[in-house]
């Protein structure tokens, strides 16, 4: 079963909304989780790190005050895209190390996010 | 920083026969290298990996090998079987900061024909 939950699966919106997307581990704690962003029969593209109880590391690219990340506890990391665009549309999806940070990664079941 | 290359982009077997999947990696300091199963519109499913003190590692039908020399590391997979078609991915990584930031190749679509 998934180590690594998240939600919303799916989410519809209009332009300009603001959409937040919750990662939480599942019976460990994750100091550290990890927000990419795939497009249709593309790769994984690492959006950012999420760190507990410090300011997210953003890879090249990636707008920081577009894509804000709060990891406020052990189990929980939130994504919040902010006045989406279509152009954002996307699949989104999260991934914490389970059993410690040198241990392989779990990936969350993903959102599905379309702006209209 | 680091950079994965994966080939074939597209591959196509018959049931029974083997698939083997390649990647390279740019970073010499990369020490862990994972493989994930991707099947349509579901989220990426680790199915092997392997770190940088070991050549060679397998689990049942799944093998992955390791030339740090060479910085490459390929996926075999014997006896395909239709539930094998999906989109593989390699990663590389290496620990550092506290952490493995996985940098993904382009992908692998597998396709095994009954």
């Known amino acids: 079963g998934a180590v690594v939950s998240q939600h919303p699966s799916r989410v519809i919106c209009k332009s300009g909304t603001s959409v937040k997307i919750e990662c939480r581990s599942l019976?460990?704690?994750?100091?550290?989780m990890f927000w990419y962003r795939q497009f249709p029969k593309q790769s994984l593209m690492l959006m950012a790190t999420?760190?507990?109880?410090?300011?997210?590391?953003?890879e090249q690219g990636v707008e920081k005050d577009k894509f804000l990340i709060n990891h406020a506890s052990l189990t929980l990391s939130t994504l919040t895209v902010t006045s989406a665009h279509p152009e954002d549309s996307s699949f989104y999806i999260c991934s914490a190390p389970t059993g410690g940070s040198n241990q392989p990664q779990h990936f969350g079941d993903g959102t599905r996010l379309s702006i209209l | 920083g680091e950079n994965v290359e994966q080939h074939p982009s597209t591959l196509s077997v018959q049931e029974g026969d083997s698939a083997v999947i390649k990647c390279t990696y740019s970073?010499?300091?990369?020490?862990?290298f994972p493989w994930y199963k991707q099947e349509l519109g579901k989220r990426p499913q680790l199915i092997i990996d392997i770190r940088s003190n070991v050549g060679e590692k397998k689990d049942q039908r799944i093998a992955v090998t390791l030339n740090k020399t060479a910085k490459h590391f390929s996926l075999h997979i014997t006896e395909t079987q239709p539930e094998d078609s999906a989109v593989y991915f390699c990663?590389?990584?290496?620990?550092?900061?506290?952490?493995?930031?996985?940098?993904f190749g382009a992908g692998t679509r597998l396709a095994v024909h009954p």
């Open positions: 970073d010499s300091a990369s020490n862990y």
């Open positions: 990663a590389a990584s290496r620990f550092s900061g506290g952490y493995n930031k996985l940098i």
């Open positions: 999420s760190n507990e109880g410090s300011k997210a590391t953003y």
């Open positions: 019976d460990f704690q994750a100091t550290t």
